[in-house]
């Protein structure tokens, strides 16, 4: 699903990013399974899904959730014995992550635009690959001003709080498919208690029970806990406006439990937290630009 999504790619990204400051174990297997989806991908000569991952990846790089040098890797591979598929999917990625890798490593950058260049003169692709290339040369020389790293009100992790994997293309990655497959937890009313506080502390819930008076005549009854701004991402409330109910449906699904995450499954967790939260997440997003 997340993968099918393109048009809100960046978005589910910023979502990852903000998930992954208080759960890196999902920031990190979510990594994982998109350098899985790419390298098979590349090795079925699979366009679609090839560009549809590394434009995932890219976003995770802007977001600070994947190193540069992944980036850098996916690219050079691309272009090393270049294709029209394969140069188009180097020049989507390279659309995406541009801007972030001009920044953070202005040499790597430069060398995957001279491997571009001698591509553009040396090799026999299709006209219509060649006019991409060429674009993508005006485009850097524009600054990647059309496809910014991170549009601002995306921008919602503070650089000190974001954990960032140096995974590479040729790490042995681990899918960790025994964790899409639910498993019972003999305990699961003490970890459930365990990670009620987890939840608490994180979304800053007003503890204790409160009394509102009713309407005139009416019998006093327990207030609703109140949910206070998250420390670690006070840039979410004034740039989407975001209610704090909504930012904790972001954690309310991804609770594993803590013995080896046996309760629940966390790629199902992500994609459940994911269903219900990127619809909101989206059209707040969309509306911000609207205005």
């Known amino acids: 699903m997340l993968f ?26 979510l990594l994982k ?3 899985l989806n790419f390298k098979r991908g590349f090795k079925r000569n699979d366009k679609t899904r090839c560009t549809s991952s590394v434009r995932f990846i890219g976003h995770m ?30 020049i989507t990625f390279l659309k995406e992550v541009g801007q972030k890798l001009t920044e953070v490593s202005p040499r790597g950058i430069h060398a995957i635009f001279e491997r571009l260049r001698h591509v553009l003169h040396e090799s026999t692709l299709d006209k219509r690959t060649q006019y991409m290339i060429e674009v993508m040369f005006q ?22 709080d974001q954990v960032t994997f140096e995974l590479g293309l040729d790490d042995k990655v681990d899918k960790e498919e025994t964790l899409d497959v639910f498993k019972v937890d003999d305990d699961f009313d003490e970890h459930e208690k365990a990670w009620d506080e987890i939840k608490r502390e994180i979304l800053s819930i007003t503890s204790g029970e409160s009394w509102e008076q009713g309407p005139e005549g009416a019998e006093a009854r327990p207030a609703q806990a ?9 840039r979410l409330y004034s740039s989407l406006s975001l209610s704090t109910a909504a930012l904790g449906f972001m954690f309310v699904g991804l609770t594993p439990a803590p013995d080896a995450r046996a309760a629940r499954p966390v790629s199902m967790d992500f994609l459940h937290v994911s269903m219900h939260v990127s619809n909101f997440f989206c059209s707040k997003w969309t509306a911000a630009r609207l205005l």
């Open 4 to 29: 099918r999504s393109p048009t809100f790619t960046h978005v589910y990204a910023a979502l990852a990013a903000i998930i992954n400051t208080k759960f890196p174990n999902i920031g990190e297997l």
């Open 33 to 35: 399974r998109l350098i």
């Open 61 to 90: 790089v802007n977001q600070q959730v994947g190193h540069e040098v992944l980036a850098l890797e996916i690219l050079t591979l691309l272009l090393e014995n270049p294709t029209d598929d394969s140069a188009e999917v180097a």
């Open 139 to 160: 485009v850097r020389k524009d600054g990647f001003k059309d496809n910014p790293a991170v549009p601002e009100e995306l921008d919602l992790v503070e650089r000190e």
């Open 226 to 234: 109140k949910l206070t701004r998250s420390p670690s991402c006070p």
